[in-house]
């Protein structure tokens, strides 16, 4: 969830280390500090609440020296104070951490009966503890680096700097990312590439339990078990103006914007050069191996494999399983012969995830994973990892990566319906023909922006909300509700419309806004039946709907937003911007944080 970096430069340090910062405040913002190495002597400047503050703080209080660490916070054990904050130091040695010590309370009462106080609730200040009773007892600084990694047990991403080492830097990597950065003569160290891509495009990903020495000049792994690795030296492509917001007020509006191009790179991707069938580049994938399928995520991407379930479903006939990855994960759930097992995540560091993930290795018949990052950890250890090329992601709320997720997704359906027979190559060809025409009906829904912001100020005025939806739009109506909780802070809840009776529909009062996710398919007339329900107890009914859903159930609706026609398969594709637009501009009504929601992180690398 926290975001770290290191330098060994030849240039001042503190600027480098901001600017890597700001492109990893998306992993946290609650506090933000950096240490640097200057004339031998270790020195920090810190800061609660988000990087601006920091960098305040270093117009009145520059940091010299040409190596250095820093650190943006998403708080786990103790509040965002400034004695929390990182880097933690400890006698010579400075500390960043993303992660959690699990073992840290077994550590604290041993540094305690050696009469060893604490200054902070952190468990990484145990961590800086440690390595500086190594220290004082003659151990060298890789030495004691390493021997304070072999007590740590959880899940961490580590840097170290020392006193007196203007050109040592040792970084570790269990369960949390991290990569390292080659320039002439300087290296850098980064939660991930986005953070060095101003700086280098050369990067090496640490493995699970290596540990790093870094000079100006040289790298040096170690894996778990000790012995020398060789770990490949990767050129990336990560376009630096990605992490701008292009002229729009926050990146969540910018990413939404973004959509119809994204959604086309990724249909270029995987679609023949006529476009009528699908295909999978490097990867061989048969879905008739397959008896049935067990979609695990997180999250937004967990709503993204509930509608590929009923895609799976309905076009392909394969029965599919969808579960939350922490709940799975320790479930241990029985995996039957010839079963799938495939994985979402836009990171491809969700710490469920991967755990859930590395469960099914060996099990499952073949790994499959749905991911932004080709670099990542789910990437790099499934057999099949599929790109769905949605580019950076800054804001907190996901938006372009999940309809890409969804994009990617039903190809896959539609490539298990070919395999499976269960479609005919005239039916398929027609859904890819009106797949390739989504872009552009897309982009004449974004033109409804200012429909969205007018709803949006009305639902403002709300303390809760209920999103309804039948079939493929119930997923949609949970990822309204997440969306809309997530950045505005309206209490909102999503049902199954056919639910409503069972419960919900006691809530139903004059104050109670009820989004009805509903394009006029096969299930229309029933969604129109709980509308009725809702607005005979008084409930304003906001219709997001298409022209012939406008036409027969426009009467007593509170608000009503028609988007453009589209083939009912691809309708959660184009109903995922009603949820996104009608959240985004109910938090600009608000005046809450769109990007940076409080509480939140992009990247959730622990439990």
């Not at 021997?147 to 959880?154: F, Q, V």
């Not at 909102?492 to 104050?511: F, N, Q, R, V, W």
């Not at 009503?560 to 009912?568: A, E, H, K, S």
């Amino acid at each position: 969830m926290c975001g770290i970096v290191g330098v060994l430069g030849k240039h001042e340090a503190s600027p480098i280390l901001v600017e890597a910062l700001k492109r990893l405040e998306y992993r946290g913002y609650d506090s933000a500090g950096i240490a640097t190495l200057h004339e031998g002597h270790l020195e920090r400047r810190r800061a609660v609440g988000k990087l601006v503050n920091l960098s305040d703080l270093l117009v009145h209080e520059p940091l010299a020296g040409k190596a250095g660490i820093g650190h943006t916070r998403w708080a786990t054990h103790g509040a965002p104070t400034l004695g929390n904050t990182h880097p933690h130091r400890a006698g010579p040695v400075a500390v960043v951490h993303n992660g959690i010590i699990e073992n840290y309370r077994e550590l604290r009462a041993d540094l305690a009966e050696r009469g060893i106080g604490f200054d902070t609730d952190t468990d990484t200040e145990t961590v800086a503890l440690l390595t500086h009773g190594y220290l004082d007892q003659g151990y060298a600084p890789i030495d004691a680096a390493k021997a304070t990694i072999d007590r740590l047990e959880g899940a961490y991403a580590l840097a170290f700097l020392f006193d007196g080492e203007p050109d040592l830097m040792i970084a570790a990597r269990k369960g949390s990312p991290l990569a390292i950065g080659h320039g002439e003569e300087e290296m850098y160290v980064g939660s991930d590439a986005i953070a060095l891509a101003p700086f280098t495009n050369r990067i090496t990903y640490l493995e699970e339990g290596d540990i790093a020495v870094l000079s100006r000049t040289s790298l040096t792994i170690t894996d778990a078990n000790g012995e020398l690795a060789n770990r490949e030296v990767r050129t990336i492509r990560i376009d630096s103006t990605q992490v701008d917001k292009g002229g729009h007020k926050h990146f969540m509006a910018k990413e939404i914007a973004e959509q119809p191009s994204v959604i086309g790179d990724a249909l270029r991707h995987y679609l023949s050069d006529d476009g009528r069938d699908v295909v999978l580049p490097g990867a061989d994938l048969d879905f008739t191996q397959f008896d049935r399928m067990i979609m695990v995520a997180c999250g937004t991407a967990y709503y993204a494999c509930l509608t590929a379930k009923y895609w799976f479903e309905q076009l392909a006939g394969m029965p599919v399983e969808v579960d939350i990855a922490s709940e799975f994960r320790y479930r241990e759930p029985p995996i039957p012969a010839r079963t799938g097992a495939l994985f979402v995540s836009q990171s491809g560091e969700t710490a469920d995830t991967l755990a859930a993930m590395r469960y099914c290795e060996g099990r499952a018949d073949k790994v499959l994973s749905v991911v932004n990052v080709p670099e990542s950890s789910i990437a790099r250890e499934s057999d099949i990892a599929l790109p769905i090329l949605a580019g950076t992601e800054i804001g907190v709320a996901s938006t372009k990566a999940f309809t890409c997720q969804l994009t990617v997704l039903l190809l896959l359906a539609l490539k298990a319906a070919h395999d499976r027979g269960t479609r005919s190559p005239e039916e398929l060809a027609d859904t890819l023909s009106n797949l390739r025409g989504l872009p552009a009906t897309i982009n004449h829904a974004l033109e409804l922006d200012p429909a969205f912001k007018t709803a949006a100020r009305q639902l403002a005025e709300a303390d809760n909300a209920l999103f309804l939806g039948r079939g493929l739009m119930y997923p949609l109506a949970l990822e309204g509700a997440l969306k809309l909780k997530e950045i505005s802070y309206i209490h909102a809840e999503a049902y199954a419309s056919g639910e409503l009776k069972h419960g919900p529909i006691a809530l139903i009062d004059k104050t109670m806004p009820v989004v009805v996710m509903a394009p006029c398919d096969a299930l229309f007339d029933k969604t129109v039946s709980n509308m009725q329900e809702v607005m005979a107890r008084g409930g304003k009914v906001m219709l997001i709907t298409d022209r012939a859903g406008a036409e027969a159930a426009n009467d007593g609706v509170w608000t009503q937003i028609t988007l453009p026609d589209v083939d009912p398969i691809l309708s959660p594709i184009l109903y995922a911007l009603p949820a996104q637009l009608l959240a985004y501009h109910t938090a600009v009504a608000k005046g809450t944080d769109a990007d940076q929601p409080r509480n939140l992180a992009k990247s959730v690398t622990v439990e």
